[in-house]
C-alpha cells in the first residue's frame, strides 16, 4: 500500500484525476447525448454567420405560390389546370428541369367530372357534355409528360395503416458497399401523388425535411426509406433527371454513408445520407410570383437554363423553415440552396470519421496538458491551454473554409479546459498541502524566507538524501558544566538562559540562509547550501559566525546591565567551527520520526574544528577549503594545521578576526605576513626566530584577540626547546 501511495504521488494526484476525467469525457462524447450534439450544431451555426456561402449566377429558380397569386387565384389548392399552364409557361422560357415542393395526393374537386356529379340543376346535355371534357388532373398529367418534371413525395414519421398500394415506378438506386437501409432515415409511411401525375413524370422524390432537436434545419437527407423502399430526395432526383441517368449510386461502408451521386457528380453524407447545406444569404432574387408568370410578367429569358422549383413563401401554408442563418425560410428555398450548392460543389461534409478525428484532438489537448502540469505553473499552463485551444479553432476554421468540412471545436476545447480547470484545483489543493507540510517541516530550523522559497518552489527540496557540498557550523558554549552548577538549584533559570542565548545566535543564522540542524544541550549544529541552493554559502556561514560573537556581545552586556552590574556574573562564551566540504543532506531517521541533517566527514571536522577553539584560545576556526573561499572578503589568518581522519595530507586551519575592513588594514596585512613567517620558522624548528617572529605578531595580535593563540605557540617552542626529542 505504502509503495502504491509513492508510485501516486510521484506520477502526481492531478494527472491521476485528470486523465480520469479525460476517459468520462471520451465515453460522454461517444455516447453523444442531446446537449453535446446540440453544442457542436450551434458551433456550426456560427461558423455559417460569419462565413455563409456565397451565392454567384443564380442556377435554380423558385415559381413562387405567393400572398399575391393566392388573393388573384384564389386559396390553395388550385385548379391543376393551372398547375399545367405554370409548368407549360416554365417550359416556354426555358426550364430545364422541374420539381415540385407540392403535393397531389388527391383529386381535383374542381375537375369537369366533379362538377358533373356534384352540381345540381344541371339539365342533361349540359351533364353529358361536363363528363366528356378531359379531367383537370388528366390535363395536369399531361403537361406533366411533355416536359422534365420531378413530382414531390411526403415521408411520414409516424406509422399507421398503410395506404392503398400504387404501383409506381421509382428511379433506379444502385448501391456500392452494405445494404444502406439500416443507416437511412426511415419514414414509415409514404404519401404519394395520385398515380394518373405519378406515371406521367419523369422522376419521384420525397421533400420531407427533418429539422434537428432546436428546431433548425441544418441537413437535409439525400436519400431515405420509405415503406421499406430507398428513395431519392427531390433535389437528388431533379439532378437525375437533368444528367439523364438511369439510376443514384449510394456508396457505404461499415459506418454508414459516404456519399450520394449521379454520374461524376458525388455528394458527401453523413452516415444517415444526410448532406450539410452550406447556406447563402435569402435571394428574393430566385423567386417568381406564380401569378407574374401566368399573366406573362416575367421577362422571357427568366428562366432560360434554370432548374426550376414551384413552392410556396405564403405564411399561412405553413412551409417556413429555421435555418443557421435565416428565422423563416421558405422550404422551398432549402431545396434550391441545396441544389446549388450540389452543383458548386460547396456541400459542407463531416465524414464519420470527424468524431475520431475530434476525440483524438481532445485526448491529444488533454494529454499535453496533463503532461505539462506538474513541469510549469498556472500562468504557463492556461497561456500553453490558450495556445492549444486557438490551434484548435484555427484547424476547424480553416477545414471550414478551406475544405467544406465541419470539425467541431467544442468538445476538445471544453474536454481541454475541463481537464486543465481540474490539473488547476488539483494542483493547487496538493500545492497548499505540500506548502503546509514543507512550512511544519522547517520552519524550526530554517529562515522564515526560506520556509517561504521552499513552499513556493517545493520541488527545489530533494527528500531522502542528496550528495551536496555544504559549508557545516558547530557552536559550543565554553565552561557550560561550570555555569550549569551554578544553577543546580535553578533549572528553570538554566533553561532560560540557553533559550535567551540561542534565540540570537538561531537568528543570526537564518537571517544569512543558514539551516539549523539541531540542538545538543549547548551547542548548535547548522549548515550551509541545503534544501536550498546557496552559491554563497561559504560567506554567509562566516558571515553568520562573527554576527553569532556580535551578538553573544550584546547579551553578555544586557546581562551585566540587569545584574546591577555585579561583576560575578560570567560572561558567555562560545567557540564555533566552519568546514566545507561533500556531505549527505537529507532526511534521517525512522518512519516514525526523522530530522533534516547532513552527514559526512567535512560535519565531523568542522566539530573537531570547534572543539580545537578552545586550545588555540580564538572564537572561531575554519577550515582550509571555507578559506580559501572567503579570504577576499574576510580577515582569515592561519594558524596550524592538522591531520584530518581518512587523510595523508595536512589539513591547514584558519581563523576569522575580522571582516573585509579589517583584512585590508595595514596593521591585518603586516600580521598576516608576520604571522606566516612564524608559521615557517616554526614548522622549520628555527625556534629562536619563531619566537621573535611571535614578540613581533603579539603587538599587533591585541588588536584582534590573539593573546592566548601567541601565548600557546610560546608554550610549544618552550616544551619542545626543553625536550628536544618530542615533535609537533
Same mark, same amino acid.
Given at each position: 500500500?505504502?509503495?502504491?501511495?509513492?508510485?501516486?504521488?510521484?506520477?502526481?494526484?492531478?494527472?491521476?484525476?485528470?486523465?480520469?476525467?479525460?476517459?468520462?469525457?471520451?465515453?460522454?462524447?461517444?455516447?453523444?447525448?442531446?446537449?453535446?450534439?446540440?453544442?457542436?450544431?450551434?458551433?456550426?451555426?456560427?461558423?455559417?454567420?460569419?462565413?455563409?456561402?456565397?451565392?454567384?449566377?443564380?442556377?435554380?429558380?423558385?415559381?413562387?405560390?405567393?400572398?399575391?397569386?393566392?388573393?388573384?387565384?384564389?386559396?390553395?389548392?388550385?385548379?391543376?389546370?393551372?398547375?399545367?399552364?405554370?409548368?407549360?409557361?416554365?417550359?416556354?422560357?426555358?426550364?430545364?428541369?422541374?420539381?415540385?415542393?407540392?403535393?397531389?395526393?388527391?383529386?381535383?374537386?374542381?375537375?369537369?367530372?366533379?362538377?358533373?356529379?356534384?352540381?345540381?340543376?344541371?339539365?342533361?346535355?349540359?351533364?353529358?357534355?361536363?363528363?366528356?371534357?378531359?379531367?383537370?388532373?388528366?390535363?395536369?398529367?399531361?403537361?406533366?409528360?411533355?416536359?422534365?418534371?420531378?413530382?414531390?413525395?411526403?415521408?411520414?414519421?409516424?406509422?399507421?395503416?398503410?395506404?392503398?398500394?400504387?404501383?409506381?415506378?421509382?428511379?433506379?438506386?444502385?448501391?456500392?458497399?452494405?445494404?444502406?437501409?439500416?443507416?437511412?432515415?426511415?419514414?414509415?409511411?409514404? @404519401?404519394?401523388?395520385?398515380?394518373?401525375?405519378?406515371?406521367?413524370?419523369? +422522376?419521384?422524390?420525397?421533400?420531407?425535411?427533418?429539422?434537428?432537436?432546436?428546431?433548425?434545419?441544418?441537413?437535409?437527407?439525400?436519400?431515405?426509406?420509405?415503406?421499406?423502399?430507398?428513395?431519392?430526395?427531390?433535389?437528388?432526383?431533379?439532378?437525375?433527371?437533368?444528367?439523364?441517368?438511369?439510376?443514384?449510386?449510394?456508396?457505404?461502408?461499415?459506418?454508414?454513408?459516404?456519399?450520394?451521386?449521379?454520374?461524376?457528380?458525388?455528394?458527401?453524407?453523413?452516415?444517415?445520407?444526410?448532406?450539410?447545406?452550406?447556406?447563402?444569404?435569402?435571394?428574393?432574387?430566385?423567386?417568381?410570383?406564380?401569378?407574374?408568370?401566368?399573366?406573362?410578367?416575367?421577362?422571357?429569358?427568366?428562366?432560360?437554363?434554370?432548374?426550376?422549383?414551384?413552392?410556396?413563401?405564403?405564411?399561412?401554408?405553413?412551409?417556413?423553415?429555421?435555418?443557421?442563418?435565416?428565422?423563416?425560410?421558405?422550404?422551398?428555398?432549402?431545396?434550391?440552396?441545396?441544389?446549388?450548392?450540389?452543383?458548386?460543389?460547396?456541400?459542407?461534409?463531416?465524414?464519420?470519421?470527424?468524431?475520431?478525428?475530434? @476525440?483524438?484532438?481532445?485526448?491529444?489537448?488533454?494529454?499535453?496538458?496533463?503532461?505539462?502540469?506538474?513541469?510549469?505553473?498556472?500562468?504557463?499552463?492556461?497561456?500553453?491551454? +490558450?495556445?492549444?485551444?486557438?490551434?484548435?479553432?484555427? @484547424?476547424?476554421?480553416?477545414?471550414?473554409?478551406?475544405?467544406?468540412?465541419?470539425?467541431?471545436?467544442?468538445?476538445?476545447?471544453?474536454?481541454?479546459? @475541463?481537464?486543465?480547470?481540474?490539473?488547476?484545483?488539483?494542483?493547487?489543493?496538493?500545492?497548499?498541502?505540500?506548502?503546509?507540510?514543507?512550512?511544519?517541516?522547517?520552519?524550526?530550523?530554517?529562515?522564515?524566507?526560506?520556509?517561504?522559497?521552499?513552499?513556493?518552489?517545493?520541488?527545489?527540496?530533494?527528500?531522502?538524501?542528496?550528495?551536496?557540498?555544504?559549508?557545516? !557550523?558547530?557552536?559550543?558554549?565554553?565552561?557550560?558544566?561550570?555555569?550549569?552548577?551554578?544553577?543546580?538549584?535553578?533549572?528553570?533559570?538554566?533553561?532560560?538562559?540557553?533559550?535567551?542565548?540561542?534565540?540570537?545566535?538561531?537568528?543570526?543564522?537564518?537571517?544569512?540562509?543558514?539551516?539549523?540542524?539541531?540542538?545538543?544541550?549547548?551547542?548548535?549544529?547548522?549548515?550551509?547550501? &541545503?534544501?536550498?541552493?546557496?552559491?554563497?554559502?561559504?560567506?554567509?556561514?562566516?558571515?553568520?559566525?562573527?554576527?553569532?560573537?556580535?551578538?553573544?556581545?550584546?547579551?553578555?552586556?544586557?546581562?551585566?546591565?540587569?545584574?546591577?552590574?555585579?561583576?560575578?556574573?560570567?560572561?558567555?562564551?562560545?567557540?564555533?567551527? !566552519?568546514?566545507?566540504?561533500?556531505?549527505?543532506?537529507?532526511?534521517?531517521?525512522?518512519?516514525?520520526?526523522?530530522?533534516?541533517?547532513?552527514?559526512?566527514?567535512?560535519?565531523?571536522?568542522?566539530?573537531?574544528?570547534?572543539?580545537?577553539?578552545?586550545?588555540?584560545?580564538?572564537?572561531?576556526?575554519? +577550515?582550509?577549503?571555507? &578559506?580559501? &573561499?572567503?579570504?577576499?572578503?574576510?580577515?582569515?589568518?592561519?594558524?596550524?594545521?592538522?591531520?584530518?581522519?581518512?587523510?595523508?595530507?595536512?589539513?591547514?586551519?584558519?581563523?576569522?578576526?575580522?571582516?573585509?575592513?579589517? &583584512?585590508?588594514?595595514?596593521?591585518?596585512?603586516?600580521?598576516?605576513?608576520?604571522?606566516?613567517?612564524?608559521?615557517?620558522?616554526?614548522?622549520?624548528?628555527?625556534?629562536?626566530?619563531?619566537?621573535?617572529?611571535?614578540?613581533?605578531?603579539r603587538e599587533l595580535g591585541k588588536n584582534f584577540g590573539l593573546d592566548d593563540y601567541y601565548d600557546l605557540?610560546?608554550?610549544?617552542?618552550?616544551?619542545?626547546?626543553?625536550?628536544?626529542?618530542?615533535?609537533?
Amino acid at each position: 500500500m505504502t509503495s502504491l501511495l509513492r508510485s501516486i504521488r510521484r506520477f502526481g494526484v492531478g494527472r491521476i484525476v485528470g486523465l480520469l476525467l479525460l476517459v468520462e469525457l471520451l465515453a460522454l462524447r461517444v455516447w453523444d447525448p442531446g446537449p453535446v450534439e446540440a453544442l457542436r450544431h450551434k458551433s456550426f451555426d456560427i461558423y455559417q454567420l460569419i462565413y455563409p456561402r456565397v451565392a454567384g449566377q443564380v442556377l435554380v429558380s423558385i415559381v413562387d405560390i405567393d400572398e399575391q397569386s393566392l388573393r388573384a387565384l384564389g386559396q390553395w389548392p388550385w385548379p391543376r389546370t393551372i398547375m399545367a399552364d405554370i409548368v407549360l409557361k416554365i417550359v416556354e422560357r426555358g426550364g430545364t428541369v422541374i420539381g415540385f415542393d407540392v403535393l397531389f395526393p388527391e383529386p381535383d374537386r374542381s375537375s369537369p367530372e366533379v362538377a358533373a356529379e356534384t352540381f345540381r340543376g344541371l339539365d342533361p346535355d349540359m351533364r353529358v357534355k361536363l363528363q366528356s371534357l378531359p379531367g383537370n388532373d388528366a390535363v395536369f398529367a399531361e403537361a406533366i409528360r411533355a416536359s422534365k418534371v420531378v413530382l414531390g413525395q411526403s415521408g411520414y414519421r409516424v406509422s399507421g395503416s398503410a395506404p392503398i398500394a400504387r404501383p409506381v415506378s421509382q428511379s433506379g438506386i444502385a448501391t456500392l458497399g452494405p445494404d444502406p437501409r439500416s443507416f437511412l432515415v426511415d419514414f414509415p409511411r409514404l @404519401l404519394r401523388n395520385l398515380p394518373i401525375l405519378d406515371n406521367a413524370a419523369q +422522376g419521384h422524390g420525397i421533400f420531407s425535411i427533418i429539422p434537428e432537436l432546436d428546431g433548425t434545419v441544418r441537413r437535409v437527407p439525400l436519400v431515405a426509406v420509405a415503406d421499406g423502399v430507398v428513395v431519392p430526395s427531390l433535389a437528388l432526383e431533379m439532378l437525375r433527371v437533368t444528367a439523364g441517368s438511369a439510376a443514384t449510386l449510394i456508396k457505404t461502408d461499415a459506418s454508414g454513408v459516404r456519399s450520394v451521386g449521379i454520374h461524376d457528380l458525388a455528394i458527401p453524407t453523413d452516415g444517415k445520407g444526410r448532406v450539410w447545406i452550406h447556406f447563402s444569404h435569402h435571394n428574393p432574387g430566385r423567386y417568381i410570383s406564380a401569378i407574374d408568370l401566368l399573366q406573362g410578367r416575367v421577362s422571357a429569358d427568366s428562366l432560360a437554363g434554370k432548374m426550376v422549383l414551384i413552392g410556396t413563401s405564403a405564411a399561412g401554408l405553413l412551409d417556413l423553415k429555421v435555418t443557421p442563418i435565416h428565422p423563416a425560410l421558405p422550404g422551398v428555398e432549402l431545396h434550391a440552396q441545396l441544389l446549388e450548392s450540389a452543383l458548386t460543389g460547396s456541400t459542407l461534409s463531416r465524414p464519420s470519421y470527424t468524431a475520431f478525428v475530434e @476525440l483524438s484532438l481532445a485526448t491529444l489537448m488533454s494529454l499535453i496538458l496533463i503532461a505539462s502540469a506538474p513541469r510549469v505553473n498556472a500562468g504557463t499552463l492556461f497561456v500553453l491551454g +490558450g495556445i492549444i485551444a486557438a490551434v484548435t479553432l484555427g @484547424l476547424s476554421w480553416h477545414c471550414f473554409t478551406v475544405l467544406d468540412l465541419l470539425i467541431d471545436y467544442t468538445f476538445p476545447m471544453i474536454a481541454s479546459f @475541463l481537464v486543465y480547470a481540474v490539473l488547476v484545483c488539483t494542483n493547487y489543493v496538493t500545492v497548499s498541502a505540500d506548502r503546509y507540510r514543507i512550512r511544519s517541516a522547517f520552519s524550526q530550523y530554517l529562515s522564515p524566507d526560506l520556509v517561504e522559497q521552499l513552499a513556493k518552489s517545493p520541488e527545489k527540496l530533494t527528500l531522502g538524501g542528496e550528495q551536496r557540498e555544504l559549508t557545516v !557550523l558547530f557552536s559550543d558554549v565554553r565552561g557550560f558544566t561550570s555555569i550549569a552548577e551554578s544553577y543546580k538549584d535553578d533549572p528553570q533559570g538554566l533553561t532560560a538562559l540557553i533559550n535567551r542565548l540561542f534565540t540570537p545566535l538561531t537568528r543570526d543564522i537564518m537571517d544569512r540562509h543558514g539551516t539549523v540542524d539541531k540542538y545538543m544541550g549547548d551547542a548548535i549544529m547548522a549548515f550551509w547550501n &541545503a534544501p536550498l541552493t546557496d552559491p554563497s554559502h561559504e560567506v554567509n556561514a562566516c558571515e553568520a559566525a562573527l554576527a553569532m560573537l556580535d551578538s553573544l556581545r550584546e547579551l553578555n552586556e544586557q546581562r551585566q546591565r540587569d545584574a546591577g552590574g555585579d561583576q560575578s556574573v560570567p560572561s558567555l562564551r562560545i567557540g564555533i567551527g !566552519l568546514n566545507t566540504g561533500l556531505c549527505v543532506v537529507g532526511n534521517f531517521g525512522s518512519d516514525r520520526h526523522f530530522n533534516y541533517s547532513a552527514l559526512g566527514d567535512a560535519v565531523n571536522l568542522a566539530s573537531r574544528l570547534e572543539g580545537l577553539t578552545k586550545h588555540y584560545g580564538v572564537p572561531i576556526i575554519i +577550515g582550509e577549503k571555507t &578559506a580559501r &573561499a572567503v579570504h577576499t572578503r574576510f580577515s582569515v589568518l592561519e594558524i596550524d594545521h592538522m591531520q584530518a581522519k581518512g587523510k595523508r595530507e595536512l589539513e591547514r586551519i584558519f581563523t576569522i578576526v575580522g571582516r573585509a575592513d579589517a &583584512a585590508t588594514s595595514s596593521d591585518f596585512v603586516t600580521l598576516n605576513e608576520r604571522n606566516r613567517a612564524m608559521l615557517a620558522a616554526y614548522r622549520s624548528q628555527e625556534w629562536q626566530q619563531a619566537l621573535e617572529m611571535i614578540l613581533l605578531c603579539r603587538e599587533l595580535g591585541k588588536n584582534f584577540g590573539l593573546d592566548d593563540y601567541y601565548d600557546l605557540y610560546i608554550q610549544r617552542i618552550r616544551r619542545l626547546v626543553e625536550t628536544p626529542a618530542s615533535s609537533h
